[in-house]
């Protein structure tokens, strides 16, 4: 099912639910900031945590679920933002997040493998942002055929989406009181 929220809303201003602004971080800061996502989540995330695989509720995705979903988001984003940089407006298509958490089975996967992961696409998608030139920055892709976001939209969409997935995995996998 297609993700109905303000897109928008979390690369322009903070989040209303976990109060990061990507859109404070400057451009010639992005890449370094999205390399720093690996240690943050390593580092608050904890991968023996009894309940790592149980839903809160059943709309609700488990911590580990939410990293695989932050680990992924990196790696669709560096495509895009690769495609984005070398051609003309590219449609960016639609990922369904909700399916590949079940097709890949999210919940059934390491803890440890998945955090290495999220930090190598975490590398990667800096790797990519570390390149774009300044005029690099404003080009743009569509998604849905409406849907315009540029190089800069996409880097700062990354940061939020790991760092209000963290509190998400934090909160799923905190004790129940």
Known sequence: MPDDRNWFATVQEPCRECGYDAGSVPRDALADAVRALGDEWRSGFA???PSITERPSRTTWSALEYACHTRDVLSVFANRVSLTLVEDE???GWWDHEAAALDE???EQDPAAVLADLDLNADRLA???A???DEG???AGTRRGAERFTVADMARFCLHEAHHHLRDARRAAA???
């Open 127 to 129: 790797r990519v942002l």
């Open 175 to 177: 004790p129940a009181n």
């Open 131 to 133: 390149t774009v030139p």
């Open 90 to 92: 590219p449609e960016l």
């Open 105 to 107: 089975g999210y919940n």
């Open 137 to 139: 920055w404003e080009r």
């Open 47 to 49: 991968v023996s945590a």
